[in-house]
């Protein structure tokens, strides 16, 4: 979306409203937006505990940016140096003006040289929290950095993209400077990204045996396991701690043999997330010594086994609150996946993408899963039949209901909706369900009364009669989103400004609204800060100007 004049005739929040809500690719003049960034903080719009986030410049003492955050008066309790932001070293003022932040964020830039890294921090004499990108950690001095992090009052570092030379570095000095200093005490907590770049197993068991020796207070380890690494490491090693990990997070695990090495390694694992692994559901069958576990996040690459003994030995799971699996490959069981929604009694977030989920599924999760918040189903087989048969007064505690691509469904699918009221949901998402209409919405409208946020995406059959009945009833509307609903006319203007009262943000893109039309609607409805479209010839000047600034981020993007 594209500003019809030039940035500098427009307000302050016109610039904060811009980056706060378009997307990047939308951010066209950017570089104009960039040099009134001055004139915004120091204007004091920010609330004290904010987020400054700067790209794509160079930041020192000689460049617009740099003097604009030396000169600026507003307080940033935390600083994303993000992607082609470049740090020199003639930046004595900028680093002198770090020092009230307390959070350093450099894991989009990875860009970094131990001495240049080095000196940035020594600019910060607050920080608590530091996020580091280290793709480059061949260039990092390791013993300079765990010097420099141990002599502050850092408590918690993370360390993204960080391989074995750099790892096996940190682990080795840490080690030293406790058996110098018996008393020495490893305050920090470490959540380490690490990308595996071992070919044998055993040098891989030794990685795992130095870092739970050198870092027993690790809560937080996200593990990338090459293609040439075979198998993952055995860790046979009792001794082992990994009783603070509470975190485990696998790019490409080979089978579920091998995790559960190290899941009986890790008896107080809370989140476990499996990335394009090539796994299939008998891994449930594994998890029996992570009593623990309340987050499990299976990301593409799991396939069905059809096996009638699926799940069969699983055991009761009533820690287990969150389940996520995309792209399963195959039909699931009926009769494995009902022991799999069995045990998992107190389930309060289900999210089943791109996945072979038919009637008879769905009305397994509605029988068994009583206790669900959140619900998610995309691009499912469901049906009006299991719709209709399902017991959705089980859902009834709902929050947050998402139904998308399921092509099955219908505006009957929603005709048992009026024997119930979800008095708790207030994100419904029905989206690329092309034959619900307005008879739908009537049923949907009378049970679910306070929706707050409403998205309605691809529903080609959503009229201004559908919208006329979702403005009278929905009174607590905030987000409202009609994406490609083309049969939506300039007819729904004067509804939307009669009932919308509290509408912040609505999505037009597709809609046959007129630009006139839109301008009044941001006239007339007072708290709307928002339209989404299309049309590239929109005069954001008329749609931003005089509305408050509510967000805490401000982001710079240009190339100076």
């Known amino acids: 979306m594209a500003c019809s004049r030039s940035v500098f005739d427009l307000p302050p929040e016109i610039i904060i409203e811009i980056f706060t809500y378009l997307k990047w690719t939308d951010l066209t ?4 937006v960039c040099k009134l960034w001055l004139k915004i903080i120091q204007q004091h719009l920010f609330p004290a505990k904010s987020c400054l986030t700067i790209t794509h410049c160079n930041l020192n003492d000689d460049t617009e940016p740099g003097i604009n955050f030396i000169n600026s008066t507003s307080k940033f309790h935390k600083l994303v140096i993000g992607k082609s932001c470049y740090v020199t070293r003639n930046s004595d003022k900028v680093f002198d003006r770090l020092q009230e932040i307390s959070q350093l964020d450099l894991s989009g830039n990875l860009e970094w040289e131990t001495g240049l890294l080095v000196k940035v921090l020594q600019g910060f004499t607050n920080l608590n929290c530091i996020n580091i990108g280290l793709a480059l950690s061949d260039q990092i001095n390791t013993r300079n950095f765990v010097e420099l992090i141990c002599s502050k009052k850092i408590r918690h570092v993370t360390l993204h993209g960080v391989n074995s030379t750099f790892t096996e570095n940190l682990l080795r000095i840490l080690k030293e400077n406790q ?5 020495y005490k490893l305050g920090i ?29 690790l809560e937080i380890l996200e593990l990338t396991v090459p293609f040439k690494v075979k198998e993952l490491p055995v860790l046979k090693n009792a001794d082992l701690n990994f009783s603070k990990l509470v975190k485990l997070e696998i790019t490409s695990p080979k089978s579920f043999e091998d995790l559960k090495h190290i899941c009986e390694l890790i008896p107080n694992l809370q989140e476990l997330v499996l990335w394009r692994g090539c796994l299939d559901f008998q891994l449930f069958d594994v998890f029996d010594s992570l009593t623990n576990l309340n987050t499990l996040r299976i990301q593409s690459g799991l396939r069905f086994a059809q096996n009638e003994d699926f799940c069969k030995n699983l055991q009761p799971k009533p820690k287990m609150k969150v389940l996520e699996i ?28 791109q996945s072979e989920i038919k009637d008879e599924h769905f009305l397994i ?4 899963l009583t206790q669900l918040r959140e619900l998610e189903i995309d691009f499912g087989k469901i049906s009006d039949t299991g719709m209709m048969e399902a017991n959705i007064n089980n859902l009834r505690r709902l929050k947050r209901l998402k139904i998308s691509g399921c092509y099955g469904i219908t505006s009957s699918a929603f005709s048992n909706f009026n024997t119930v009221r979800f008095e708790e949901l207030t994100e419904l998402k029905l989206n690329y369900l092309g034959e619900i209409d307005s008879t739908a919405i009537k049923d949907i409208v009378s049970a679910c009364p306070y929706i707050e946020y409403l998205s309605l995406d691809g529903c080609g059959s959503i009229d201004d009669e559908a919208v006329e009945i979702i403005t009278k009833n929905l009174k607590r509307l905030r ?3 009609l994406y490609l609903c083309i049969k939506v006319t300039n007819a729904s203007v004067k509804h939307l400004l009669e009932n919308c009262k509290r509408l912040q943000f609505l999505d037009l893109s597709a809609v046959n609204f007129d630009e006139e039309e839109k301008q009044i609607l941001f006239k007339g409805i007072p708290s709307l800060r928002y339209i989404y479209d299309f049309d590239d010839g929109l005069d954001m000047s008329k749609y931003f100007k005089g509305r408050t600034l509510r967000k805490r981020e401000l982001y710079c993007t240009a190339i100076f």
Do not use: W
Request: one cysteine or more; proline letters at 4%; charged letters at 25%.
């Open 189 to 217: 907590q470490f959540t380490l990204h690490f990308n595996c770049d071992y070919e044998s197993r055993d040098k891989f068991d030794t990685f795992f045996e130095q870092l739970s020796e050198t870092l027993p207070k």
């Open 326 to 353: 995309e792209l399963i490959e195959g039909c699931i069981n009926v009769e494995g996946f009902t022991r799999l929604m069995k045990c998992m009694p107190n389930l309060t977030h289900l999210t089943l993408n």
């Open 365 to 368: 999760i509605c029988e068994h």
């Open 29 to 32: 003049e950017a570089c104009l």
């Open 479 to 481: 987000q409202f989103d």
């Open 179 to 183: 058996s110098q200093n018996p008393d």
